[in-house]
């Protein structure tokens, strides 16, 4: 134990020092912060977390824009400490199917800026000379794949930083408590004293939710098992003289890796039975054999592995011995993604947590960024820590998506794959309705949501000659995926659909300060009748996106909030982090409220059937809100709509949202009423009305012009973001929102292909497309648009090619598609004028 005194204060104390930990002090210290604490139970370099047994290589391209920039932050931050080696990865296919996948990886490749090239087992066989190329059908090569060293960068960092005179760090040291006083965190508890504090950080990985559980808060992460062994020696690997002399080598269809480390070959493997532990019985430094994350290898679970590795490289695996074995402990979270940021309901407390070496010092660098200056320089919405609020905490919920997720580490994912555990889980008051019509529910923010309606399977003979053409043969391009939403779309279009539930978040705004707030938080100038609604951006001091919503007032001190099911957590913290001294309550309606959509040319008559009130375009105009007897039921309804369509959204108590589902329902038999899924709602009528989704098209990293979304000017009140916002009106986009059509779905001949979103948009010598920013053009969404007869892709296109009737292409599965910019900006291709949401 250190003979250093514990501070009795700090303004930042950091819990963990593993790459994580360590990487966070130092980014903090370069962004100024000047008091902060470092606390770790274990001892230093290595405490004895994750970083000390992973097995350090870094295989740069993912699917995931979110993940791959980190990656290649990452990368560089070790490339400047001289601790990175390229030493190139070849992900190996057994089967035709991977090689599929191989080419869909090329494009990702692409669109996020990664060198990667698809090999054959000639290629593969010479660059690996031992690998059994019998087995294999050809390689994924991957140059700037390669190994780090995460201890050394860590020590490095913290030492740095202590250099600075900016941190104190204390190693065996063990956490007992977290004090909370008036829901702001206030002190860390250790075994050698309290530390009061102005803002904690829990970057403890696999112990992060013992720690949360201290300050009444959950980080909703498992540990679980990554088997891993290490053989040897091996002659070909020690003549090279080299620490890694081959490239590393993961057997994708089997869930494995090989790596060569030094004359050893490690082996490690995620095809086991997932085997996950509980914190608690995760043992001391003091009890464990190794380290608290190396238990002992589960020999019969590795087993199958152990044939998979001598079946691909017999050649030097079959006499070498093993020289060690572990379980190595790893952190999983429910959707496999980190759990980064501040609590929602812990002020001062925040979250870097669940990461792995791969990105380790890039989420230090941005949370680092998100503490200091209140947003990161990349978009993180997808790892932020509140997105399961309300839902996805318990232990339960955890274990069995991680159980899961582990075995989609290295598996084909689909773009729109499903989760089958811990469902379902939120029903909403139509769920029994909506199953009875044989509904395929997709689950959002662990609500069900129907995304089509076999009832609906007729609708496919009615509309055949307007579907013809938009088909999808290809078993991946209509996997999960229906014609009926095609079919569901278009009688919408023609007659009147009713969706419920669209899964919103619902947050009410309530206060005497409410107007101001609103105000300070929205672009949009919130002054507006009680009735009224504005749809708004939220930005960051930078001007990019941190959400985009739709907000109505119902009185003087009181507005209502509608975003995405799965900002609300997010939505919540940024309100509370923003409301100072304001008197304004947050007040969460997501789940006391059922919406029930109901929009096309004969929605007006559905709903005057049963409205005591008057329902005319007079008497309720649009964008307005009022209160309505629909039968027996008293509905908040706001005439808005998302697909492009005259009707209203209407709200209902939760436990009468089934009757009014049948109020409507039965109302609507004269006009074929049909029940309408969110394949219509979320994907082909906003695109073809061109409306954006947060997540997709508004990001960080894009502004309000770039997205088209300027109409609201610059109001004079002050609001967050106001100053870039005003600087992107007034300058020339770098890059403009567009929507482009594919105009030969077979450009080489055989079977059509529609692509499903992350494509790279090309010029017609076939270079991605670039902005000055260095941002490439990829799809943001796809969908068909079955109105227009064409499949629809948005995409930020650099300004020199953001002209309507622009020739480009869409790179997808290895074919280049011809596409053209049909629209620029965000008028929308369908019903431009928007005669039908007026009428």
Not at 698 to 724: C, W
Not at 747 to 773: A, C, K, S
Request: charged share 25%; glycine share 10%.
């Amino acid at each position: 134990m250190s003979s250093k005194e514990l501070p009795s204060k700090a303004g930042t104390v950091i819990i963990g020092a593993g790459i994580v930990g360590t990487s966070l002090a130092y980014h903090l210290a370069d962004q100024g912060r000047e008091d902060i604490v470092l606390i770790d139970k274990g001892p230093f370099p290595d405490p004895g977390g994750s970083t000390g047994h992973a097995s350090n290589f870094i295989m740069p391209i993912e699917h995931n824009k979110e993940m791959a920039l980190l990656t290649q932050e990452a990368m560089e931050q070790y490339k400047e400490e001289d601790l990175y080696t390229e030493s190139g990865g070849i992900e190996v296919a057994r089967t035709e199917e991977r090689m599929e996948e191989f080419r869909r990886q090329i494009a990702s490749s692409k669109s996020w800026g990664q060198e990667a090239e698809i090999i054959s087992t000639e290629e593969v066989k010479e660059m690996v000379p031992y690998i059994n190329e019998d087995i294999i059908e050809g390689g994924f090569w991957e140059p700037r794949a390669g190994v780090c060293d995460p201890l050394r960068f860590g020590e490095i960092k913290r030492k740095e930083a202590e250099e600075w005179g900016v941190l104190q760090s204390f190693a065996n040291t063990e956490v007992t408590d977290l004090h909370v006083e008036n829901g702001a965190i206030s002190a860390v508890e250790t075994d050698r004293g309290t530390v009061k504090a102005d803002e904690v950080v829990i970057a403890a990985g696999l112990w992060s939710p013992k720690l949360a559980e201290m300050a009444g808060t959950e980080i909703p992460l498992t540990p679980a098992v990554h088997q891993m062994i290490s053989v040897g020696p091996i002659d070909v690997l020690e003549e090279t003289g080299e620490e890694i002399g081959y490239p590393i080598v993961r057997d994708v269809d089997t869930q494995m890796y090989e790596r060569p480390s030094g004359n050893d070959m490690e082996v490690g493997s995620y095809e086991h039975r997932p085997i996950l532990w509980d914190v608690e019985d995760v043992p001391s430094n003091e009890e464990a054999p190794l380290s608290p994350t190396q238990p002992p290898l589960t020999q019969d679970a590795f087993d199958p592995s152990m044939e998979h590795a001598l079946e691909i490289m017999p050649e030097i695996l079959e006499d070498a011995e093993i020289r060690h074995a572990i379980d190595g402990l790893l952190s999983v979270t429910p959707d496999g993604m980190p759990l980064v940021g501040p609590m929602d309901d812990v002020d001062g407390l925040w979250s870097c947590s669940a990461i792995w070496i791969k990105e380790a010092p890039a989420f230090a660098k941005y949370t680092a960024q998100w503490m200091t200056q209140g947003y990161p320089e990349v978009d993180l919405h997808q790892s932020d820590v509140n997105r399961f609020e309300g839902y996805g905490t318990s232990k339960k919920f955890v274990k069995e998506r991680a159980h899961e997720g582990f075995q989609k580490i290295y598996d084909i994912v689909h773009p729109r794959e499903q989760w089958q555990s811990s469902r379902p889980l939120r029903q909403s008051a139509f769920y029994d309705r909506q199953e009875d019509l044989g509904a395929e529910f997709f689950e959002s923010a662990g609500w069900e949501r129907p995304q089509w309606f076999e009832s609906n399977e007729d609708l496919l003979e009615k509309y055949e000659d307007e579907l013809e053409g938009l088909q999808r043969p290809n078993e991946w391009d209509s996997r999960w995926w229906s014609e009926i939403i095609l079919g569901e779309h278009l009688h919408m279009r023609d007659n009147v659909g009713m969706i419920g539930d669209m899964g919103f978040g619902l947050i009410d705004l309530v206060g005497d300060d409410v107007e101001e707030f609103t105000q300070k938080i929205f672009v949009a100038d919130t002054a507006i009748d009680v009735g009224e609604s504005v749809y708004t951006p939220v930005l960051a001091e930078n001007g990019g996106f941190i959400s985009d919503l739709t907000m109505a007032r119902l009185a003087d001190d009181h507005y209502r909030v509608m975003t995405g099911g799965g900002e609300t957590g997010p939505d919540k913290r940024w309100f509370r982090n923003n409301i100072g001294s304001l008197d304004v309550r947050i007040v969460d309606q997501t789940s006391s409220l059922a919406t029930l959509g109901v929009w096309g040319p004969n929605a007006r008559d559905v709903v005057q059937e049963v409205a005591e009130e008057d329902v005319s375009h007079e008497a309720f105009p649009p964008y307005t809100a009022q209160h309505l007897t629909l039968g027996e039921v008293d509905v908040w309804a706001f005439r808005i709509s998302y697909v492009g369509e005259l009707g209203w959204e209407l709200y209902a108590p939760m436990e009468q949202g089934g009757r009014l589902w049948d109020i409507i329902y039965e109302a609507g038999q004269d006009y074929d009423i049909r029940p309408v899924g969110m394949g219509v709602y979320g994907t082909t009528g906003r695109m073809e009305k061109g409306y954006r989704l947060y997540g997709h098209e508004l990001e960080l990293e894009y502004n309000p012009a770039e997205a088209g979304l300027t109409f609201h000017g610059v109001k004079d009140e002050d609001f967050i973001g106001k100053e870039a916002y005003a600087e992107a009106i007034d300058e020339e986009n770098v890059a403009t929102l567009c929507t482009l059509t594919v105009d030969d779905h077979a450009p080489e001949g055989g079977e059509p292909r529609f692509m499903t979103g992350g494509e790279p948009i090309l010029d017609l010598d076939g270079n991605v497309l670039e902005d000055e920013e260095g941002r490439r053009s990829y799809v943001t969404s796809a969908g068909t648009g079955p109105s227009l007869g064409k499949h629809l892709l948005m995409s930020y296109i650099p300004q020199e090619y953001a002209e309507e009737g622009q020739d480009l292409q869409v790179e997808y599965m290895g074919t280049q598609y011809p596409v053209t910019v049909e629209r620029v900006g965000s008028k929308p291709l369908f019903d431009p004028s928007n005669e039908r949401i007026l009428q």
